[in-house]
C-alpha cells in the first residue's frame, strides 16, 4: 500500500524555467515531509523539508508547498538548471505513534534540465 | 563533519549465503535506519535502531536482522539470501529529538547483487 506517490515519473523542463514535482499521501497521520535528491548508485541527498503547521519553506532556488486538506505538496526549482538533473523522491513521517520517525517514499520522480 | 560511511560498496553473493553490511552513522547521530531500495518496490523501510535497541521493524521476513554498538555504528545481516534481495542497501542517521522530525541523512549505499 503506497501511502506516498509520486505520479509523474518523468519531468522535462527547460533550463532557466519552473521545475514543478508533486506528491501525494494517504496517512492523515504524516507531518513532516521531506525531498530528496537522488543520482545513479548514490544515496538520497536531503534537499528541503516541512513541517505541518506551515504551508510554505523556501530554501534558495527551492520552495515546498504544503495542501493538507488535499493531502498534497509540491516541490519548485526556480530556476531549473542542468545540474539538477535528476531523480526527486518526495518523503513522509508520521510524529506520533507506532511508526514514529520511520520515512515513507514515493517512487520518485526523474527530473531532467536541458539547455 | 564526515557524513554517513557505509561498507562495502559492492558485494556479490550467492543464493544460500549470508551478508552482514556496516553503518557508521554522522558524528553525534544516535540513531540510523535502513532501507533496501529495489526497481520494483522502491525504497523500503527495514529497520531502525536507537541506543543498540531496534525502534521500528519494517515489513521484511526474519531473514533480515540488525544491531547497533554502544558507538551508534550498525550493522545489517540478510541470512539465506534470495535472488530478490539483490537491491540498494541504505543506511541514514540522525539525531533523534522528540516528535520525530528530524531529517535522516543517507549514506551512499550498498549495492547487493545475489546470484
Known amino acids: 500500500d503506497q501511502q506516498v506517490k509520486q505520479n509523474s515519473p518523468s519531468l522535462s523542463v527547460q533550463e532557466g524555467r519552473i521545475s514543478i514535482l508533486n506528491c501525494d499521501y494517504t496517512?492523515?497521520?504524516?507531518?513532516?515531509f521531506l525531498w530528496y535528491k537522488k543520482y545513479p548508485a548514490e544515496g538520497p541527498t536531503f534537499l528541503i523539508s516541512?513541517?505541518?503547521?506551515?504551508d510554505k519553506n523556501e530554501d534558495g532556488r527551492f520552495t515546498v508547498f504544503l495542501n493538507k486538506s488535499a493531502k498534497h505538496l509540491s516541490l519548485h526549482i526556480v530556476p531549473s538548471q542542468p545540474g539538477d538533473s535528476a531523480v526527486y523522491f518526495c518523503a513522509a513521517s508520521a510524529g506520533r505513534g507506532s511508526t514514529l520517525g520511520r520515512l515513507y517514499f514515493g517512487r520518485g520522480t526523474q527530473l531532467t534540465v536541458w539547455p | 563533519k564526515a557524513g554517513v560511511t557505509q561498507t562495502p560498496r559492492y558485494l556479490i553473493k550467492t543464493r544460500g549465503q549470508q551478508v552482514t553490511l556496516s553503518c557508521s552513522p554522522i558524528?553525534?547521530?544516535?540513531?540510523v535506519s535502513w532501507y533496501q531500495q529495489t526497481p520494483g518496490q522502491g525504497l523500503q523501510f527495514l529497520f531502525e535502531y536507537f541506543s543498540e535497541t531496534q525502534r521500528n521493524k519494517g515489513n521484511f521476513p526474519g531473514r533480515f536482522s540488525g544491531r547497533q554498538f554502544s558507538n551508534s555504528r550498525s550493522e545489517m545481516n540478510v541470512s539465506t539470501l534470495e535472488l530478490g534481495d539483490s537491491a540498494l542497501y541504505l543506511c541514514?542517521?540522525?539525531?533523534?529529538?522528540?516528535?520525530?522530525?528530524?531529517?535522516?541523512?543517507f549514506g551512499p549505499g550498498t549495492r547487493l547483487l545475489v546470484l
Open positions: 541514514a542517521s540522525r539525531i533523534l529529538l522528540a516528535g520525530g522530525r528530524e531529517t535522516q541523512y
Open positions: 516541512i513541517s505541518s503547521i506551515k
Open positions: 558524528s553525534g547521530h544516535r540513531s
Open positions: 496517512n492523515s497521520m504524516f507531518d513532516y
